[in-house]
């Protein structure tokens, strides 16, 4: 089936550590995206890449990196810039960056600091 | 991305008919209207998106104001699989990167 996959599902870490999300979709979508969403909130845009090699910074890019390496994938690293990484991250892609186009998202990442 | 005003949390019964609104005042001619839910703990789920005329899918139907001021996600018979937040986004046309989610609509859906 087509979809998005993340994982984990759950990540624990510890302080000054860096730590990468995985996103993989086999949609052949060019476009994907990096939420982060605290409790009760909506979602805020981390980055976002329309096509292979190229990423752009979203709303809260600072403390995080991102590659874009192969179409299918879009890993996310919390680095520990990041002071306050507890939160669920959401991968997401679509067709083409249009505002027309559905955007699919995966099940998830939730990250917590111990 | 122009603003949308969703009433905090709304309340149904299994099986009834569900009228979620929407108001974005603001829209522009080339703002598409979407709708996303998203269930607890996982990822949102789009659920239907139109720009002038009403809609109609699998999952659910939207109606958009003459004026396109307003509109309304009808779900026609409410299921407990269908309590989550619902999310009504306006993009413009052409643009894309961010969806600008607010807190959306909580619905809950009585057995």
């Known amino acids: 089936d087509g979809g998005i996959t993340q994982s984990p599902k759950y990540l624990f870490r510890k302080e000054g550590q860096n730590v990468t999300l995985s996103c993989e979709q086999n949609l052949n979508h060019d476009a994907m995206y990096w939420y982060r969403q605290d409790p009760g909130q909506g979602l805020r845009l981390i980055y976002y890449s329309q096509i292979v090699n190229d990423f752009q910074k979203g709303d809260i890019a600072e403390g995080y990196s991102v590659s874009r390496e192969k179409k299918e994938s879009f890993p996310l690293t919390v680095t520990s810039a990041q002071k306050n990484p507890t939160a669920f991250y959401l991968c997401a892609s679509s067709s083409e960056d249009r505002g027309r186009e559905t955007q699919y998202f995966g099940p998830g990442t939730r990250l917590l600091v111990l | 991305d122009a603003k949308t005003t969703q009433p905090n949390s709304m309340e149904s019964n299994e099986e009834e008919p569900v009228h979620l609104p929407c108001n974005h005042s603001t829209i522009s001619g080339t703002d598409y209207i979407h709708w996303y839910r998203q269930l607890p703990s996982q990822g949102p789920e789009y659920v239907i998106h139109?720009?002038?005329s009403n809609v109609n899918n699998r999952m659910a139907s939207l109606a958009i104001a003459e004026d396109r001021k307003s509109s309304t996600l009808i779900l026609h018979r409410a299921t407990l699989r269908d309590a989550a937040v619902y999310y009504c986004?306006?993009?413009?046309?052409?643009?894309?990167?961010?969806?600008?989610f607010g807190e959306g609509t909580q619905l809950t859906v009585n057995p």
């Open positions: 986004i306006l993009r413009d046309w052409d643009s894309g990167s961010r969806l600008t």
């Open positions: 139109g720009l002038t």
